[in-house]
């Protein structure tokens, strides 16, 4: 009798301490006499802030934002909400730029990390060897890298076609672009890494040391540590860019045309294209502020009812090579097949051509345009499966208009680390293809949301009932039936490691892969 009332009792005021640990944990009062260099704040302009994205569809509220002046601030953090363990129901969520669609970079009663208020350390470019590297915080925006390198006359290799983002935003994904066929995407021009792991613990990885972590990371959706520095490789920066865009009325032609020249990689430096659907036309497409030398011509084609595909290539020069590279232009532009008359060129600096998004960004921000929803759709596609994709999508689903941009391009699976976090089609090469749409608020038609929904539903139903083993990029899901399906031969591994660097599911709820439980 006494042996049972002891265990009673032990059970009883585990019971007790427990509720009190979920009660201090979950309490704003034990956070706030944590020891940070930086702050936590509760009022409701920076909650607000932090339960909102660029995609505009999901708003989870948080607890508080944390501004972490150092590493240990969120190390600090982490651990405190770990030695809680299951009696703490607080995630935390790192919040690069708040570009994501669907609530990645959220938490719900948890605690946002404003990843970009870390400066720590300070960007340091290393230039004394033959590969030169730069040395930036997690929070740092690419835009900012950009400018920072071009000082030494040196740029990253691999980029998003937007720079307003964080390394640790991208790099959580994979970062894309148009010179992914040349250098794979930015998580193939990472060297080193430091971590803050769902345990507190700091970690530097490399290839070289804790490789599984840094593997892990990399296009890790968030899942195993918050990313403060990353080593990130640098190439020398040409200071002009030759910008070309030339159309095709047959996809055929124009696929061929892209997965020739990504098999050349000296040709062009960025090649990326886009689907034109009736009257949005050439100039008139949000996403880059493309000033063709013969704006005239290129006004013409508006491809009235017609969809046309337009390949856009860029090749890097310096001024004294100009005319070198003229020929060299020439000579590549005349093995393809395009229609002829349809040669769109331009010359405009590195800058402008890398951040040539954020020209169309002012504009629509000053109309309203940029603060809606945005229900975009992002697919890795087998190059075997892109005609019947395309068939079927552009011939009876995107017929009349996009609400968007509709970018399509090859990479090659060569220059992605299959051993990294991030799933792709499995083979040799394989299409992005983003459906970039915008929804009119409160509009009930075709360019309102529950329209633009309903076709990515549509997009989505059709490439599973045929099977075609497409890939979400970028990729939200609403079970972990459909994240296992996802992640496919790569799911048991991913959910080990899940549990060896963020045990209790602390980090990233926003993804919605796993939860915490309590
Ligand atoms: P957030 O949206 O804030 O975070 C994204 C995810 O990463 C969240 O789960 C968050 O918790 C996690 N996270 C953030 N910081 C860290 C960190 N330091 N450590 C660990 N996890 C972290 N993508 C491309 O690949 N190619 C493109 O060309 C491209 N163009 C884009 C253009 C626009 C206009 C927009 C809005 C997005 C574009 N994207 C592109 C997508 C973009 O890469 C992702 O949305 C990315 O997540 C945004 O980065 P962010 O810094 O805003 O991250």
């Not at 033959?130 to 950009?146: A, F, H």
């Not at 990472?190 to 530097?204: A, D, K, P, R, S």
């Not at 840094?214 to 020398?236: H, Y």
């Not at 939200?476 to 060896?500: A, L, Y």
Request: hydrophobic share 35%; proline share 4%.
């Amino acid at each position: 009798n006494i042996l049972f009332l002891k265990g009673f009792m032990i059970l009883f005021l585990s019971c007790i301490a427990t509720r009190f640990n979920f009660c201090l944990s979950n309490n704003p009062f034990s956070l706030k006499t944590l020891p940070l260099e930086g702050h936590l704040s509760f009022d409701e302009t920076s909650l607000n802030k932090a339960s909102k994205d660029f995609g505009n569809r999901y708003q989870y509220h948080p607890m508080a934002v944390m501004y972490p002046k150092s590493v240990s601030d969120i190390a600090t953090t982490i651990k405190h909400i770990w030695h809680m363990g299951h009696s703490s129901h607080l995630t935390v969520a790192a919040r690069g730029h708040g570009h994501s669609l669907q609530g990645q970079s959220q938490t719900h009663g948890g605690i946002v990390i404003k990843m970009e208020s870390l400066k720590v350390p300070e960007m340091q470019i290393h230039v004394g060897n033959s590969s030169p590297y730069v040395d930036v915080s997690g929070g740092e925006l690419w835009i900012n890298i950009l400018h920072e390198t071009l000082k030494y006359g040196l740029a990253p290799r691999s980029w998003t076609d937007y720079l307003h983002l964080t390394v640790g935003g991208t790099l959580s994904n994979a970062g894309v672009s148009g010179q992914a066929f040349k250098h794979g995407p930015q998580i193939s021009n990472v060297q080193q890494l430091e971590i803050v792991t769902g345990t507190g613990e700091v970690v530097n990885c490399s290839e070289k040391q804790n490789e599984e972590l840094f593997q892990s990371v990399l296009g890790g959706l968030g899942q195993f540590g918050i990313i403060t520095r990353a080593r990130i490789l640098l190439e020398p920066a040409p200071s002009m860019v030759k910008w070309i865009r030339v159309l095709y009325s047959d996809f055929t032609e124009f696929t061929r045309d892209q997965e020739r020249l990504i098999s050349e990689e000296n040709a062009f430096d960025y090649i990326e294209g886009f689907v034109i659907i009736n009257r949005t036309g050439l100039l008139n497409n949000w996403r880059s502020s493309f000033n063709p030398q013969d704006p005239v011509q290129a006004s013409h084609f508006k491809s009235d009812g017609k969809t046309l595909f337009c390949l856009e290539l860029a090749k890097y020069f310096n001024f004294q090579q100009i005319n070198i590279v003229n020929q060299d232009v020439e000579r590549h532009l005349s093995r393809l097949n395009y229609i002829r008359s349809t040669l769109f060129q331009t010359e405009v600096t590195y800058v402008e051509f890398l951040d040539r998004v954020h020209v169309s960004e002012v504009k629509l921000r000053s109309k309203g345009l940029w603060d809606v929803p945005h229900p975009w759709l992002n697919l890795f596609i087998p190059k075997s499966k892109i005609h019947s994709f395309a068939q079927f999508v552009f011939g009876n689903i995107l017929t009349q208009t996009s609400n968007g941009p509709v970018l399509i391009y090859p990479v090659k699976k060569s220059k992605w680390d299959n051993r990294t976090s991030v799933v792709i089609p499995d083979e040799d090469i394989f299409y992005l293809v983003a459906f970039l749409t915008s929804a009119v608020p409160s509009s009930n038609g075709t360019d309102g949301l529950e329209h633009i929904l309903s076709q990515n539903k549509r997009i989505l139903e059709y490439c599973q009932r045929e099977n075609l083993g497409v890939k979400q990029y970028l990729p939200h899901h609403n079970t972990q039936e459909e994240w296992r399906d996802h992640f496919g031969t790569k799911w048991e591994i991913f959910s080990q490691r899940k549990f060896v660097y963020d045990p209790f599911a602390i980090l990233a709820p926003g993804q919605r892969i796993f939860q915490k439980t309590i």
